[in-house]
Nanobody, 111 residues
Framework: QVQLVESGGGLVQAGGSLRLSCAASGSIFNINAMDWYRQAPGKQRELVAAITSGGVPHYVDSVKGRFTISRDNAGNTVYLQMNSLKPEDTAVYYC?????WGQGTQVTVSS
């Protein structure tokens, strides 16, 4: 069984920062890409950032220059550093690895 445990969400004012973490455990090996998605109320879930096994990041245009995705050396934990947060970043953020999804963590940015 695979578990993805996310943490780091919360309430922050516009312009602030948060760091999300997602740790993968269980029967999961040779992890390739690790992704962060988000879903705002009334909107479809969207890919925010992804990182390959080689550490190459990809971002949706709306977060480029503000968010940074990274992973630890063991490759089982992925992070999302979010700076210069905007109210439109408010959403539930999910990590996903090899088709498995975390429970989500709420990020709320007040104006």
């Amino acid at each position: 069984q695979v578990q993805l445990v996310e943490s780091g969400g919360g309430l922050v004012q516009a312009g602030g920062s948060l760091r999300l973490s997602c740790a993968a455990s269980g029967s999961i090996f040779n992890i390739n890409a690790m992704d962060w998605y988000r879903q705002a109320p009334g909107k479809q879930r969207e890919l925010v950032a992804a990182i390959t096994s080689g550490g190459v990041p990809h971002y949706v245009d709306s977060v480029k220059g503000r968010f940074t995705i990274s992973r630890d050396n063991a490759g089982n934990t992925v992070y999302l550093q979010m700076n210069s947060l905007k109210p439109e970043d408010t959403a539930v953020y999910y990590c996903t690895v090899q088709g498995h999804w975390g429970q989500g963590t709420q990020v709320t940015v007040s104006s």
